[in-house]
């Protein structure tokens, strides 16, 4: 069976799937539509890309999220004098 297909011959139901992604992700989709995403995701290669582009995306931030941001020292005081300025300009 040729998947590219797929997209081409019904994109209302990727557009469907690709709604419920978050929810999907989450774990607050229903069984029952959890098995039917999990089915287009086998046969649909384009939503299969986008579903794990946004899993790993997902999977990084939540990995990033806790560390904290160390800027160099000259960018964060550069950081710091332009939004005094911003907040004396306001």
Do not use: F, K, W
């Not at 209302?12 to 989709?29: K, P, S, T």
């Not at 649909?44 to 931030?61: F, G, N």
């Amino acid at each position: 069976m040729d998947t590219h297909h797929h997209l081409r011959d019904n994109p209302e139901q990727c557009r469907d799937i690709l709604a419920q992604l978050n929810d999907y992700l989450d774990g607050e989709l229903a069984e029952a539509l959890c098995r039917e995403l999990e089915q287009h995701l086998a046969e649909c290669p384009d939503c299969r890309t986008v579903y794990d582009t946004l899993s790993h995306t997902i999977h990084i931030y939540r990995a990033l999220r806790d560390t904290p941001a160390e800027l160099p020292q000259e960018v964060e005081e550069r950081l710091i004098r332009r939004i005094t300025i911003s907040l004396n300009a306001g």
